[in-house]
């Protein structure tokens, strides 16, 4: 079953603005794409300090597992969640049945400037994976069953 659509050229473009621009705006260190499985699909910010694949598989289950306790008690939908440390902090939410925006920040910051921006980013997101899923509705990547040694065929060469 397929849960990513197909990205092409001008969608990573466009991810990549909005998450350039939310990292402007919110003084994040980093935010994360990812599925929810915890495959990363787009970053910006500091990546040299940060093992952005691993955060991203440890952020996809804690969300998860949030998701398991909203219905042990009752609770239709926790639709993010925060971590809160002495220096950096976490904020994990929703973008819609199959992605997460994952936001490192310095604690100091604060939770109500990355939330008040992350609600317009994660709209401009879920916008963009909309436009890619409806360009091909029948096409798409389910990134739990790719091949990690070869992954050659998710990745065509541009046409000149």
Same mark, same amino acid.
């Given at each position: 079953? $397929?849960?990513?659509?197909?990205?092409?050229?001008?969608?990573?473009?466009?991810?990549?603005?909005? =998450?350039?621009?939310?990292?402007?705006?919110?003084?994040? @260190?980093?935010?994360?794409? @990812?599925?929810? #499985?915890?495959?990363?699909? $787009?970053?910006? %910010?500091?990546?040299?300090?940060?093992?952005?694949?691993?955060? #991203?598989?440890?952020?996809?289950?804690?969300?998860?597992?949030?998701?398991?306790?909203?219905?042990?008690?009752?609770?239709?939908?926790?639709? &993010?969640?925060?971590?809160?440390?002495?220096?950096? &902090?976490?904020?994990? @939410?929703?973008?819609?049945?199959?992605?997460?925006?994952?936001? @490192?920040?310095?604690?100091?910051? %604060?939770?109500?400037?990355?939330?008040?921006?992350?609600? %317009?980013?994660?709209?401009?997101? $879920?916008?963009? =994976?909309?436009?890619?899923?409806?360009?091909?509705? &029948?096409?798409?990547?389910?990134?739990?069953?790719?091949?990690?040694?070869?992954?050659?065929?998710?990745?065509?060469?541009? &046409? $000149?």
């Amino acid at each position: 079953m $397929a849960t990513l659509p197909q990205l092409i050229e001008e969608d990573v473009r466009q991810l990549d603005a909005v =998450l350039a621009t939310f990292v402007a705006q919110s003084d994040a @260190i980093a935010v994360l794409v @990812i599925d929810k #499985g915890g495959f990363l699909l $787009a970053h910006h %910010g500091d990546a040299e300090n940060l093992d952005f694949t691993t955060i #991203g598989a440890l952020a996809s289950g804690a969300f998860m597992a949030n998701q398991t306790i909203a219905g042990l008690v009752n609770e239709k939908n926790f639709d &993010s969640i925060y971590q809160q440390g002495e220096k950096f &902090s976490l904020f994990v @939410i929703n973008v819609d049945e199959h992605c997460l925006l994952v936001v @490192i920040f310095k604690s100091q910051s %604060g939770v109500g400037v990355v939330k008040y921006y992350a609600t %317009g980013a994660v709209k401009q997101i $879920a916008q963009q =994976l909309a436009v890619a899923r409806d360009r091909n509705p &029948s096409a798409g990547l389910d990134l739990s069953a790719m091949n990690v040694i070869d992954p050659q065929e998710l990745f065509r060469k541009k &046409s $000149a």
